[in-house]
């Protein structure tokens, strides 16, 4: 028997990579002839943008290996069947939960492997190929809204007693992490308004200090006076260099380089506990991380939805139409991880739900399928 497990382990194994490096390939050529298109703008050459689609590759593999493992698996299930070969297997005693308990132990492989590539690699390899192509081009990330990025930071007392509320207008983003064009509005707990600081330029220290150059500063006292009302004034005042702290750092920053979902699970839990802290909507980020923590074990349910193709014998269809089958599974697979993601985002569902129900149906399917073929018998 375990000779069996190490030979449909191995067979396992190869299709997958082998499915693996096709996709890979063939998104590695889609990303280049898209990159042509910047070619020459700026610093940006045909060298960057080989070393931007292939710092890519890390993110394709990971999301591409749940669809290439039912891929791979569909193919070398419908191989044993086409030569027989599994059922001499079955009839060596092979049954159907050792046959799923082989196929588990090379899904725990792969899975681990997804899941180092997604937390390690893939984020970092993400950041370098951002900030290749951004220094090349001579470009900074912007915001989407005319007037730049808007973030909301706060300054607390070590009791956690909310001090100075901050709203935080950043005009660009540069790879390095530094950021231009800066506007930070300071309100008390009671949104009374405290200072305005505009900087040309800020860059970030360890001590969780941002030291702005070139700043202008409005402080907006409160005076009292006879009436009820408090009388404003302002006193403006300017300053080549001045250093500012907040726990808002570049890598909470870094979010505007790399989408959420090629975040790490450790960046993701990070800003989503920043976004709560400021008492902000972290839905989609919360989302994010749930696919980090569950998409790895997509990749055993895939093995899973693969393994009824082995017992179907050549006249329930050939190994071009298995595949086939697992090509379209592959693909509704892929689609419905980010339909449900979306869903779950407008409904308001549990992040956990949203992003396990295509991994929990594609389950029930593999087990339904197993049950018929195994009643086909």
Same mark, same amino acid.
């Given at each position: 028997?375990?000779?069996?497990?190490?030979?449909?382990?191995?067979?396992?194994?190869?299709?997958?990579?082998?499915?693996?490096?096709?996709?890979?390939?063939?998104?590695?050529?889609?990303?280049?002839?898209?990159?042509?298109?910047?070619?020459?703008?700026?610093?940006?050459?045909?060298?960057?943008?080989?070393?931007?689609?292939?710092?890519?590759?890390?993110?394709?593999?990971?999301?591409?290996?749940?669809?290439?493992?039912?891929?791979?698996?569909?193919?070398?299930?419908?191989?044993?069947?086409?030569?027989?070969?599994?059922?001499?297997?079955?009839?060596?005693?092979?049954?159907?939960?050792?046959?799923?308990?082989?196929?588990?132990?090379?899904?725990?492989?792969?899975?681990?492997?997804?899941?180092? $590539?997604? #937390?390690?690699?893939? %984020?970092?390899? /993400?950041?370098?190929?951002?900030?290749?192509?951004? &220094? =090349?081009?001579?470009? +900074?990330?912007?915001?989407?809204?005319?007037?730049?990025?808007?973030?909301?930071?706060?300054?607390?007392?070590?009791?956690?007693?909310?001090?100075?509320?901050?709203?935080?207008?950043?005009?660009?983003?540069?790879?390095?992490?530094?950021?231009?064009?800066?506007?930070?509005?300071?309100?008390?707990?009671?949104?009374?308004?405290?200072?305005?600081?505009?900087?040309?330029?800020?860059?970030?220290?360890?001590?969780?200090?941002?030291?702005?150059?070139? $700043?202008? #500063?409005?402080?907006? %006292?409160?005076? /009292?006076?006879?009436?009820?009302?408090?009388?404003? &004034? =302002?006193?403006?005042? +300017?300053?080549?260099?001045?250093?500012?702290?907040?726990?808002?750092?570049?890598?909470?920053?870094?979010?505007?380089?790399?989408?959420?979902?090629?975040?790490?699970?450790?960046?993701?839990?990070?800003?989503?506990?920043?976004?709560?802290?400021?008492?902000?909507?972290?839905?989609?980020?919360?989302?994010?991380?749930?696919?980090?923590?569950?998409?790895?074990?997509?990749?055993?349910?895939?093995?899973?939805?693969?393994?009824?193709?082995?017992?179907?014998?050549?006249?329930?269809?050939?190994?071009?139409?298995?595949?086939?089958?697992?090509?379209?599974?592959?693909? =509704?697979?892929?689609?419905?991880?980010?339909?449900?993601?979306?869903?779950?985002?407008?409904?308001?569902?549990?992040?956990?739900?949203?992003?396990?129900?295509?991994?929990?149906?594609?389950?029930?399917?593999?087990?339904?399928?197993?049950?018929?073929?195994?009643?086909?018998?």
């Amino acid at each position: 028997m375990r000779l069996l497990r190490a030979y449909i382990g191995r067979e396992v194994r190869v299709a997958v990579l082998f499915v693996l490096a096709g996709f890979l390939a063939l998104f590695t050529i889609f990303d280049f002839l898209y990159e042509i298109e910047d070619v020459g703008r700026g610093g940006y050459r045909i060298g960057h943008a080989f070393v931007f689609v292939l710092l890519g590759l890390p993110s394709h593999f990971y999301e591409l290996m749940p669809v290439a493992t039912l891929i791979g698996a569909v193919y070398a299930m419908a191989q044993f069947a086409s030569n027989s070969e599994f059922t001499a297997m079955r009839a060596a005693g092979l049954g159907r939960r050792r046959a799923l308990a082989s196929l588990a132990v090379i899904g725990i492989w792969l899975a681990v492997l997804t899941a180092a $590539v997604g #937390e390690f690699v893939a %984020p970092a390899a /993400e950041r370098l190929a951002q900030s290749v192509r951004f &220094g =090349a081009l001579g470009a +900074a990330v912007g915001g989407q809204l005319r007037s730049g990025i808007w973030i909301k930071d706060a300054l607390r007392d070590p009791n956690g007693e909310l001090q100075v509320q901050r709203f935080v207008n950043i005009g660009e983003l540069d790879p390095d992490g530094s950021v231009n064009r800066v506007r930070v509005f300071e309100f008390d707990a009671g949104l009374n308004l405290l200072r305005i600081i505009e900087a040309e330029r800020a860059t970030w220290q360890r001590d969780n200090t941002w030291i702005f150059d070139d $700043v202008k #500063e409005i402080e907006v %006292p409160r005076v /009292e006076a006879d009436e009820e009302a408090a009388v404003l &004034g =302002a006193t403006r005042s +300017a300053s080549e260099r001045m250093s500012w702290r907040s726990e808002l750092s570049p890598s909470l920053l870094s979010v505007l380089l790399v989408d959420a979902d090629r975040m790490s699970a450790w960046n993701l839990y990070r800003y989503i506990s920043y976004m709560k802290s400021n008492q902000q909507d972290a839905s989609r980020y919360e989302i994010a991380l749930w696919k980090k923590i569950v998409y790895p074990f997509a990749v055993l349910v895939m093995l899973a939805l693969a393994l009824p193709s082995a017992y179907m014998q050549a006249r329930a269809g050939g190994v071009g139409f298995k595949v086939f089958a697992a090509v379209m599974l592959g693909i =509704a697979f892929h689609f419905l991880n980010g339909l449900f993601s979306n869903l779950g985002l407008l409904n308001t569902w549990p992040a956990w739900i949203s992003v396990s129900l295509p991994s929990f149906g594609a389950l029930v399917l593999a087990l339904g399928m197993l049950a018929w073929v195994d009643r086909a018998r």
